[in-house]
């Protein structure tokens, strides 16, 4: 019997049959999969005509349906929903991934055809997104090592194996910690926590088979406690505790791992020709080099920091009014700011949660993607790999756009964070395909499921790169969705997130749990006055991980990444109240994999476009203005990276964004 992950399904929207896939069905999959894929290529590489776009870029193209379909199935599951089967076979199965596309673009013959066509393209008739595909397939050859030769082609070999098997255990490291780790609570212990965090501490007490509440390192269960415990000496427990994942000694400790990473990945730069690491990174982002990314951050760091040590010794001096004698620390910086946020702006967290509810803010998020761009979706009973997951069927004018998936709780086999992923992505050849798009957040179950606003901001967020899936519109593959530069694909994740703030959404979708009324104007007035608060510290947490990320990749690899993180701090007069908000050994964006090394500044880089992005629909007629909503549509979520991320900035907006949007939107102008 065929295994069912080899199969063709006949599932609705041919969506993984979860209920008939088992653990045991991944790893022979897996072997077919990769044996299918290398006869595929080799049929490409020793074809004996003469290399044409048809049969050897197109024909890469085709390449691999099997391989897709078990590796969609299987992260999705693995990242989301992990189990000790699920981690062995991630320890497995990346040694052999990694060798299986060594050997691909390591492949001189394949490589000599790719060359032969790249060579030949101003005299072949390409549309332009043919010649797009035609550039960054050669581009991928050239960076992954295709040209290489001798001991250099085989080591490049060895780094990229052993930078999978790291990455692997750099995760599963840091899902140990966090899911191992929790501090029970007794009564006495829970002086100050709303009613709303005591309930989501009993539901994790259960969790762990703990007769009572607990502190997980859950960041929707740990930032609330530090938020409102009064208890300062158990926030600074769990502040240590939170701050201390992947840096607790033996098996799990990351702070070695994170030190070969670095090493090999200079190597690998090095033999490509490259000064360093974050050279070679950058070169195909927008932002091009070590020294752009340096200075965007820079314009923002001073101001930020400025903001952050005037909030600090307001802080402080609430602090020393409690007769709490000392410096601030981090676990007290919550805490206070959460008073002075009531005080500033009568805004108390646990009288706005009530209005935040998720089924709501689900709602909303699909209302405005209804508004702007002409979708609809309808719910889906199918089976799924999670309880607690749900699916709708997205339509545009009665035709099938995509199946989207929302798997929205924290739980311990899932890893924190929050994220996009297609198990399908969009394509039109070899034949057309929709894409099947998940959404993995980890809020707090209750019932309902509340949020806080900065959870609705996450949920838009990711909703953001679900619609860059959804409504893409290309003819291959490679370039879909969000496959484009690094510090381009958070634009439409981060544009999006300003429709949460548009008042009107608030007023349809903003209602309380409990009496269904809408958000008093007085409080909704306050909830978008504060959106800035406390943006000093918000900025430096972030800048201060994106700058160690860049200084780490820029030069020598260091020794000691944990003496170089600290060197990096204290150049830049880090706040001592504040810590990062990734420190190396649990900097998943990272170490986990290549996506975001030397490049978690991106985050920043989009959101000056996003800033400047919404101000276009401010000028012209409002948040749901049609025609810019047709340009967004056409120049940036449908295109992928069928284009330059640079042009299609251009094309939407007439003209590159500079930081000053950013920085009035972060309330840093001044």
Do not use: C
């Given at each position: 019997m065929t295994n069912v992950l080899l199969q063709t399904w006949d599932t609705p929207f041919q969506i993984a049959p979860f209920d008939r896939i088992s653990d045991d069905d991944f790893a022979p999959a897996l072997d077919v999969a990769l044996a299918n894929h290398s006869a595929e290529i080799d049929a490409i590489a020793n074809n004996p005509d003469p290399a044409t776009f048809a049969n050897t870029i197109e024909a890469l193209e085709a390449a691999g349906h099997d391989l897709d379909q078990v590796l969609g199935t299987f992260y999705t599951v693995a990242g989301a929903d992990s189990n000790p089967a699920r981690e062995a076979l991630q320890r497995d199965f990346s040694p052999k991934l990694a060798a299986h596309f060594a050997d691909i673009s390591g492949n001189k013959a394949l490589f000599?055809?790719?060359?032969?066509?790249?060579?030949?393209?101003?005299?072949?008739?390409?549309?332009?997104?043919?010649?797009?595909?035609?550039?960054?397939?050669?581009?991928?050859?050239?960076?992954?090592?295709?040209?290489?030769?001798?001991?250099?082609?085989?080591?490049?070999?060895?780094?990229?194996?052993?930078?999978?098997?790291?990455?692997?255990?750099?995760?599963?490291?840091?899902?140990?910690?966090?899911?191992?780790?929790?501090?029970?609570?007794?009564?006495?212990?829970?002086?100050?926590?709303?009613?709303?965090?005591?309930?989501?501490?009993?539901?994790?007490?259960?969790?762990?088979?703990?007769?009572?509440?607990?502190?997980?390192?859950?960041?929707?269960?740990?930032?609330?406690?530090?938020?409102?415990?009064?208890?300062?000496?158990?926030?600074?427990?769990?502040?240590?505790?939170?701050?201390?994942?992947?840096?607790?000694?033996?098996?799990?400790?990351?702070?070695?791992?994170?030190?070969?990473?670095?090493?090999?990945?200079?190597?690998?730069?090095?033999?490509?020709?490259?000064?360093?690491?974050?050279?070679?990174?950058?070169?195909?982002?927008?932002?091009?080099?070590?020294?752009?990314?340096?200075g965007l951050l820079m314009d923002v760091w001073e101001p930020a920091k400025a903001q952050a040590n005037a909030d600090a010794w307001v802080l402080e001096q609430m602090m020393q009014a409690d007769g709490v004698n000392g410096p601030l620390a981090p676990w007290d910086w919550r805490f206070y700011s959460e008073r002075r946020r009531k005080d500033l702006h009568d805004l108390d967290e646990a009288e706005v949660k009530p209005y935040f509810q998720l089924d709501r803010m689900i709602e909303a998020s699909f209302a405005c993607a209804t508004r702007l761009f002409g979708l609809s979706f309808k719910p889906l009973d199918i089976p799924l790999y999670h309880p607690d997951c749900r699916a709708w069927e997205v339509t545009r004018d009665g035709t099938h756009v995509a199946v989207f998936i929302g798997d929205y709780f924290a739980r311990g086999s899932k890893r924190s964070g929050a994220w996009c992923s297609a198990m399908r992505a969009q394509a039109k050849f070899p034949e057309p395909q929709a894409p099947v798009v998940i959404n993995v957040c980890n809020f707090a179950k209750g019932d309902p499921a509340l949020l806080s606003y900065d959870d609705a901001r996450t949920l838009f967020h990711e909703f953001g790169h679900a619609l860059h899936q959804m409504l893409s519109n290309v003819t291959y593959e490679s370039i879909s969705g969000t496959s484009v530069a690094r510090d381009f694909v958070e634009l439409p994740s981060q544009l999006y997130e300003h429709w949460l703030e548009v008042p009107e959404v608030l007023?349809?979708?903003?209602?309380?749990?409990?009496?269904?009324?809408?958000?008093?104007?007085?409080?909704?007035?306050?909830?978008?006055?504060?959106?800035?608060?406390?943006?000093?510290?918000?900025?430096?947490?972030?800048?201060?991980?994106?700058?160690?990320?860049?200084?780490?990749?820029?030069?020598?690899?260091?020794?000691?990444?944990?003496?170089?993180?600290?060197?990096?701090?204290?150049?830049?007069?880090?706040?001592?109240?504040?810590?990062?908000?990734?420190?190396?050994?649990?900097?998943?964006?990272?170490?986990?994999?290549?996506?975001?090394?030397?490049?978690?500044?991106?985050?920043?880089?989009?959101?000056?476009?996003?800033?400047?992005?919404?101000?276009?629909?401010?000028?012209?007629?409002?948040?749901?203005?049609?025609e810019r909503a047709k340009a967004l549509e056409t120049h940036i979520l449908s295109t992928g990276g069928s284009v330059d991320a640079a042009e299609l900035y251009t094309a939407f907006r007439g003209r590159l964004p500079g930081v000053e949007a950013l920085l009035k939107g972060r309330g840093l102008a001044a």
């Open positions: 000599a055809r790719v060359a032969a066509v790249y060579d030949a393209r101003d005299t072949l008739d390409l549309t332009d997104e043919q010649a797009r595909v035609l550039m960054l397939t050669h581009r991928g050859f050239v960076r992954s090592g295709a040209a290489l030769t001798g001991d250099d082609d085989a080591r490049m070999k060895v780094i990229k194996g052993r930078l999978a098997e790291l990455g692997t255990a750099f995760t599963q490291n840091l899902l140990a910690d966090e899911r191992d780790w929790f501090m029970e609570l007794g009564e006495g212990d829970l002086a100050g926590l709303p009613p709303f965090v005591v309930d989501t501490a009993r539901a994790a007490g259960k969790e762990k088979g703990v007769d009572g509440p607990v502190v997980t390192l859950s960041r929707s269960l740990i930032v609330p406690f530090l938020q409102f415990s009064t208890r300062r000496d158990l926030r600074e427990v769990a502040y240590k505790a939170w701050g201390a994942r992947g840096a607790n000694g033996g098996d799990t400790d990351n702070r070695a791992i994170a030190a070969e990473i670095l090493s090999l990945r200079e190597e690998r730069a090095k033999l490509l020709g490259y000064d360093s690491f974050a050279a070679y990174k950058l070169e195909t982002e927008m932002a091009k080099t070590p020294d752009a990314v340096r007023r349809e979708f903003a209602v309380h749990a409990e009496t269904g009324a809408a958000m008093p104007q007085a409080l909704l007035d306050n909830v978008l006055a504060a959106a800035t608060y406390d943006m000093g510290f918000q900025t430096v947490e972030y800048v201060a991980s994106a700058l160690v990320d860049l200084a780490f990749h820029e030069g020598a690899a260091p020794a000691d990444p944990m003496a170089k993180q600290a060197d990096v701090l204290d150049g830049l007069g880090m706040p001592a109240a504040i810590g990062m908000r990734h420190a190396t050994p649990h900097f998943a964006h990272v170490f986990a994999g290549d996506g975001y090394s030397s490049g978690y500044y991106s985050y920043m880089w989009s959101e000056v476009m996003d800033a400047d992005a919404f101000a276009a629909f401010e000028e012209a007629g409002g948040p749901f203005d049609p």
